[in-house]
């Protein structure tokens, strides 16, 4: 069957593309930094050379309802007063009051496309306490402030280019959302009728019931990227408590995989008993990828208690795992047992000497997945939520392919570091006592990416789009960079 020409969507003359600003969470604790510097994105949008309508649009995981007190996976009762904070928090205060200039400007829109740590945006009353923040009473600027809440994405013509924008968790199995589980509870609310319970995906509940308690000691665990390769072994020589509730987290993750197979059958969010078909479609699911790079995380963490009976130190668990994984065997346990935890753990992160996690030319599952999934006939398609910048083209027609990034804070374990024992040992050291403000002072530790994906017309009707940073810029104030060889130009 030929596949339909999409629709042209929403007419733009400019749009500038974030996403995964994670607004939220008790000072000393927030992960976002950039106040400035998102106001600035803001005014630049509004006060924007564009002849027609320009827009700054939040691709997912605006406000992060997950890092709020009391934590709840899903929280329709107490969302708006926790909005409410986050609203009037300090912190975030100069976007917001840059975002209430921008929707009161004619020709000049904010977009916001649901993530999900933002759910509750999609709860008509949580959305009307946003309107209120930013638009007041004036109806012309709460009809330039656009709420995508249904998962379908952000479609929208620039110039000769189509773009499709969507968050990313569409395919993660341990973040999907269902969609339509969310309008029944809120059919349901307005109608006064009683609801059913949300069913949180994993990733919520893996935030709520232990990173949240994590990062109270280690709050580097929402800064450190890979997540899966580096955070996973760092947690585990550091509290080898840890692997336990993981464990028991790697069922509902497997439960959830069953639930995107569901969705992508058609089926997820359906009345009723689960429908004919799905038990099929999960089947074809690939078993759960789990928390250290590749093999079944049930079969890893009961390799791991198998091996705490017998005595075996937690941090050779490790190594062992993500040797045996990645075909790095170089020593046996006994070689390793004796060596200070902060070592074994470096020469267990060897494999990180060649992540690519951080170049933006790198292809990953969320580009190869939307990639296939999406028509080649759009141009630009963007996504955020892995909070790594890519720049692709598309392997579907002549397009490209996005990822915005994130404006959280980002730390890496650089090959230079790691190589280095005694710097690796401060690291380490530094990682198991520190706060946000101790990691903020380590000398090059955390990154501010702040990164954007710009779209606009030239003065000679092409289309152009490109990857890029908003960085400080002297006594001018602050800058967008253009990202090395991110350029994409539709004639």
């Not at 209430?100 to 829109?109: D, E, S, W």
Request: proline share 5%; aromatic share 6%; charged share 25%.
């Amino acid at each position: 069957m030929p596949e339909a020409n999409a629709p042209d969507g929403l007419q733009l003359d400019e749009m500038q593309v974030v996403s995964d600003l994670h607004l939220g969470g008790s000072a000393g604790f927030q992960i976002f930094a950039s106040g400035a510097e998102l106001a600035w994105l803001a005014d630049s949008v509004r006060q924007s050379n564009a002849k027609g309508l320009a827009a700054l649009v939040i691709n997912g995981d605006f406000v992060d309802f997950l890092a709020e007190e009391p934590p709840r996976a899903f929280d329709p009762d107490g969302a708006a007063a926790k909005l409410d904070r986050v609203l009037a928090d300090p912190a975030f205060e100069p976007a917001f009051d840059a975002m209430a200039r921008l929707v009161a400007t004619p020709n000049r829109l904010l977009i916001v496309n649901l993530g999900n740590h933002d759910l509750e945006l999609g709860l008509p009353w949580v959305r009307e306490r946003l309107q209120r923040a930013l638009c007041g009473g004036d109806a012309a600027a709460r009809a330039r402030l656009l709420l995508v809440n249904d998962g379908t994405g952000v479609l929208a013509r620039v110039g000769k280019a189509s773009v499709l924008c969507q968050h990313g968790n569409e395919i993660d199995a341990w973040n999907v959302t269902d969609h339509e589980r969310l309008r029944r509870i809120v059919r349901d609310r307005q109608y006064g009728r009683p609801t059913d319970p949300w069913a949180p995906n994993a990733g919520s509940q893996l935030v709520i019931e232990v990173m949240n308690q994590v990062k109270a000691s280690y709050p580097f665990v929402d800064l450190l990227k890979p997540e899966t390769q580096a955070v996973v072994p760092i947690l585990t020589a550091l509290n080898p408590g840890l692997l336990k509730r993981m464990q028991d987290l790697g069922a509902i993750a497997a439960h959830k995989a069953t639930d995107m197979a569901r969705m992508s059958a058609g089926f997820l969010g359906a009345e009723g008993e689960e429908q004919p078909g799905a038990a099929a479609a999960a089947a074809a699911l690939p078993a759960w990828r789990g928390a250290v790079g590749g093999a079944s995380a049930q079969v890893l963490m009961d390799q791991a208690e198998q091996a705490f009976s017998a005595g075996v130190a937690p941090i050779s668990l490790v190594r062992a795992s993500q040797a045996e994984q990645l075909g790095l065997w170089e020593a046996a346990w006994d070689l390793l047992r004796g060596q200070p935890r902060h070592e074994v753990l470096r020469e267990a992160l060897e494999f990180l000497d060649k992540d690519r996690s951080f170049d933006p030319t790198a292809p990953d599952d969320t580009f190869r997945q939307f990639d296939a999934r999406v028509a080649p006939e759009i141009d630009l398609l963007l996504t955020g939520h892995t909070h790594l910048m890519r720049s692709l083209p598309r392997q579907r027609g002549g397009g490209h392919y996005y990822n915005s990034g994130t404006w959280a804070r980002l730390m890496k374990v650089a090959p230079e570091l790691r190589r280095d024992k005694e710097r690796f040992r401060q690291l380490f050291e530094l990682l198991g006592r520190a706060r946000m403000a101790d990691l903020d002072a380590s000398p090059g530790l955390v990154m501010r990416l702040n990164s954007v994906v710009a779209v606009w017309v030239d003065a000679q009707g092409a289309t152009q789009a490109e990857l890029r940073q908003v960085q400080a810029a002297g006594q001018a104030g602050f800058s967008a960079v253009p990202v090395a060889g991110s350029r994409f130009t539709r004639a």
